[in-house]
T-cell receptor
Framework: DSGVTQTPKHLITATGQRVTLRCSPR?????VYWYQQSLDQGLQFLIQ???????AKGNILERFSAQQFPDLHSELNLSSLELGDSALYFC??????????????FGPGTRLTVL | AQSVSQHNHHVILSEAASLELGCNYS??????LFWYVQYPGQHLQLLLK??????LVKGIKGFEAEFIKSKFSFNLRKPSVQWSDTAEYFC??????????????FGTGTRLLVSP
């Protein structure tokens, strides 16, 4: 158990819908990262938040957005869902975000299936 | 753009065999390199990491990796694998140096199956 929790574990929805994935970081961690793992794209970095502010962006679609709340949990919002959005979405957290590397601890993931 | 290549997508070994998984990266700056493992049904876990210094890095569970700068490689090795090493292995590079923040770029992963 990494200490990072994600809900829900599984999500099945239809095309065109909107869903919200939730992540609670390890106690004391200020940074939250979101990754998408799909069969064709592999494991891709989406976005990072540090203490409530967006710090780094990866291959995140405009239909996707995220935020980190004052209690440091984060939500990833996926809208106008397409079949290709079906994937495993991982959240990771680390103590800090700047300069020297802080190990990222990964959550168990949310498996999203778009029908 | 930064990229990481893992040459072997599937590897099948017998117990006690030696393991070497290839990883090459494309990144012009100072690199931080990592190997993560994902056991069936579990989350990603850090096996080992390289920041600087001794290019031979030792990690958990008997794994080690060697950073060869001239070859842009960071291959993972284990002298004798066990059935419990069956998992998917990901090589990653931290490509966020310029922003001061971390941005891990992962390879496509290698599925290792160790038969008893």
């Amino acid at each position: 158990d990494s200490g990072v929790t994600q809900t829900p574990k599984h999500l099945i929805t239809a095309t065109g819908q909107r869903v919200t994935l939730r992540c609670s970081p390890r106690s004391g961690d200020l940074s939250v990262y979101w990754y998408q793992q799909s069969l064709d794209q592999g494991l891709q970095f989406l976005i990072q938040y540090y203490n409530g502010e967006e710090r780094a962006k990866g291959n995140i679609l405009e239909r996707f957005s995220a935020q980190q709340f004052p209690d440091l949990h984060s939500e990833l919002n996926l809208s106008s869902l397409e079949l290709g959005d079906s994937a495993l979405y991982f959240c990771a957290s680390s103590v800090g975000g700047r300069s020297s590397y802080n190990e990222q601890f990964f959550g168990p993931g949310t498996r999203l299936t778009v029908l | 753009a930064q990229s990481v290549s893992q040459h072997n997508h599937h590897v099948i070994l017998s117990e006690a065999a030696s393991l070497e998984l290839g990883c090459n990266y494309s990144y012009g700056g100072t690199v931080n390199l990592f190997w993560y493992v994902q056991y069936p049904g579990q989350h990603l876990q850090l096996l080992l990491k390289y920041f600087s210094g001794d290019p031979l890095v030792k990690g958990i569970k008997g794994f080690e990796a060697e950073f060869i700068k001239s070859k842009f490689s960071f291959n993972l090795r284990k002298p004798s694998v066990q059935w419990s090493d069956t998992a998917e292995y990901f090589c990653a590079v931290n490509a966020g140096e310029n922003t001061g923040f971390q941005k891990l770029v992962f390879g496509t992963g290698t599925r290792l199956l160790v038969s008893p």
